[in-house]
C-alpha cells in the first residue's frame, strides 16, 4: 500500500523536475515554465490520486510558493470571489437538507405524477434541476438530495443491487447521473467548476459571463434535458413500467411528515429569494456572491442551519482549500503571461484557412474527449479550459459562442465515464450498473449534447445575438 501511495506520489514530482531542468521555451519566462509544470503536476497528482484533493492542492501551493512564486501570489485564489461562491452555496445546500424540505418536494413530485417509471425518471430530474441554480456540488445535490429518494422508490418496487437490479433501480441510477451533469451545465452555479471556468475565460479572453448569459445561452441544453429520459428509458429499459404502489407509498409518507415545519417554509423562502437576486442580478447589479452570503446569514439567523452543520461540514472546507489553490496557480500563471505566450504559440502551429465551424469543432472536441482522463471536473476544467481559450484567442472565431461550448460540453462530458464527476462513484457504487452500459450510454448522452450545441446552438446564439 505503501509503495503505490510512493508511486502515486513520485509520477508528479518527476513530471515537475523536467520542467526545472528543461530551459523555458523562447519568449516564455523561466518562471512562467516551472509554475506551468507545478501546474501540470498538480492536475497529473489529481488524475492518480497522489494524496485527497484539498491535500494534494495544499502541498503543491506549497511547492509553488517555495521553488517560484512568493506565497501571497498564490493566496490571491483564496480571497476571489468566485471561489467564496462555491463555498457559501455548498454551506446552503447542507440548510435545504438539514430543513427537510427537498425531501417533502420530492415526496410530493412523487405522489402527485409518479405513475410510470419514466414519468418517476422525470420526476427525479426535475428536482435535481430546481435544487441546481443553488446546489453547486453534484453529490450533495444529486447523491445527497435527490439519490436517497429515488432508493426509497427502489425499495417500494423491491429493487435493490443484489435483487431485481434492472426492475427499476439501474435505469433510475444510470439516469440521475446523466441528468445531474445536464443540470449542472444549465446554470452558472450549479457546479463549482463552473465558476472556475467563468473566471479562465475572463482571464483568458475577456469574456464576461453573468449569471443570467449563462442560463440564456444554456437554453439548448433543454432538449437534452427532455430527451436523455426517454432515450436511456428506450434503450436501457427498466423490467417494471407501472409504480401504481410507490405513489401510495409516496403518500404515507408524507402523511408521517405531517405539516410543513417553519423552518422548511423559511428555507423554501430563502431560496426563493436567492433564486431571485441571481436571476436579476445583471438589472440589480448585486454581486452573485453577495447574494449567497445574503443566503447563508439569513439560514443562520432563523435557525435552518447552526455553525456547528457548517464546522462539520469537510465538503464545505475541502472544496475551499482546493479551488482556492486552484485558482491561485491559475491566476499567478495569467499574471506571468503564461496563457498569453500559449495563445501565441498555438497560432503558429494552427493549420492556416481552419474556419469558423472546423475551429469550433475543435473546440468542442477540446472540450469533450479528453474528460476520459480524468478523475476531477475541477482538474478537467482547470487544464483544458485553458488550453481551449487558447486554440479560440488564436483564431478569429467568435468568443462568446466558442466559451458556450467549452463552458457547456465539459460539464456534460463528464457522462463519457462514472468517474468524471465526483457523483459519478457514489451512484456507481451503489452496484446496480456495469461499466459497459455506463460508458457506452454515456458516450451517447455526450454526442447527443455536443451536436445539440454544434447545431441547434449555434443557430440560437446568432439569432440573440450571442454571436460576437
Not at 444510470?174 to 445536464?182: I, Q
Request: hydrophobic share 55%; charged share 10%; aromatic share 12%.
Amino acid at each position: 500500500m505503501f509503495s503505490n501511495r510512493f508511486v502515486r506520489l513520485l509520477i508528479p514530482v518527476v513530471l515537475a523536475s523536467i520542467f526545472f531542468l528543461v530551459p523555458a521555451p523562447v519568449g516564455l519566462k523561466p518562471t512562467a515554465w516551472k509554475l506551468f509544470g507545478i501546474f501540470i503536476a498538480t492536475i497529473l497528482g489529481l488524475i492518480v490520486q497522489s494524496l485527497p484533493e484539498a491535500a494534494w492542492l495544499m502541498v503543491t501551493m506549497t511547492a509553488a510558493a517555495v521553488l517560484v512564486v512568493p506565497l501571497k501570489d498564490l493566496l490571491v485564489g483564496f480571497t476571489d470571489s468566485t471561489v467564496w461562491l462555491i463555498v457559501v452555496a455548498i454551506m446552503i445546500s447542507v440548510g435545504f437538507k438539514k430543513s427537510g424540505l427537498a425531501r417533502r418536494v420530492g415526496l410530493i413530485l412523487i405522489s402527485k405524477f409518479g405513475k410510470t417509471t419514466l414519468r418517476i425518471g422525470y420526476i427525479l430530474g426535475f428536482m435535481d434541476l430546481l435544487l441546481s441554480p443553488s446546489t453547486p456540488t453534484a453529490p450533495a445535490r444529486t447523491g445527497g438530495l435527490v439519490y436517497p429518494l429515488a432508493e426509497g422508490v427502489f425499495e417500494a418496487c423491491d429493487s435493490s443491487p443484489t435483487k431485481n437490479p434492472r426492475r427499476i433501480g439501474s435505469y433510475i441510477t444510470l439516469l440521475l447521473y446523466l441528468m445531474s451533469m445536464t443540470t449542472g451545465s444549465l446554470f452558472m452555479t450549479a457546479l463549482g467548476p463552473n465558476l472556475l471556468n467563468v473566471k479562465l475565460a475572463q482571464d483568458t479572453l475577456g469574456v464576461k459571463i453573468t449569471w443570467p448569459l449563462w442560463t440564456m445561452a444554456a437554453l439548448p441544453g433543454f432538449i437534452g434535458f427532455f430527451l436523455i429520459p426517454y432515450l436511456v428509458y428506450k434503450i436501457y429499459p427498466p423490467e417494471l413500467t407501472s409504480l401504481a404502489t410507490v405513489r401510495q407509498s409516496a403518500k404515507q409518507e408524507l402523511e408521517k411528515l405531517g405539516e410543513v415545519t417553519v423552518k422548511e417554509w423559511l428555507a423554501g423562502a430563502i431560496f426563493i429569494l436567492i433564486l431571485g437576486l441571481w436571476v436579476t442580478g445583471s438589472v440589480t447589479k448585486i454581486d452573485a456572491t453577495l447574494v449567497a452570503f445574503v443566503g447563508i446569514a439569513l439560514m443562520l439567523i432563523f435557525g435552518i442551519l447552526d455553525w456547528k452543520d457548517l464546522a462539520e461540514s469537510k465538503e464545505t472546507w475541502a472544496s475551499l482549500m482546493w479551488f482556492g489553490a486552484i485558482m491561485g496557480l491559475s491566476t499567478a500563471l495569467t499574471k506571468l503571461g503564461f496563457f498569453t505566450w500559449l495563445a501565441a504559440y498555438i497560432k503558429t502551429i494552427l493549420p492556416g484557412g481552419l474556419g469558423v465551424y472546423s475551429t469550433l469543432a475543435l473546440v468542442a472536441l477540446l472540450a469533450t474527449i479528453p474528460h476520459y482522463l480524468f478523475a476531477s471536473l475541477v482538474g478537467y476544467v482547470a487544464s483544458f479550459a485553458p488550453l481551449a481559450y487558447s486554440v479560440i484567442a488564436a483564431t478569429d472565431v467568435p468568443r462568446y459562442p466558442a466559451v458556450f461550448l467549452v463552458l457547456f460540453l465539459m460539464v456534460v462530458s463528464s457522462t463519457l465515464t462514472h468517474y468524471g464527476n465526483g457523483v459519478g462513484p457514489i451512484l456507481f457504487a451503489k452496484g446496480y450498473n456495469d461499466k459497459k452500459s455506463w460508458w457506452s450510454i454515456g458516450l451517447l448522452v455526450t454526442a447527443l449534447h455536443t451536436v445539440i450545441y454544434l447545431t441547434i446552438g449555434l443557430v440560437y446564439w446568432k439569432v440573440v445575438g450571442l454571436w460576437y
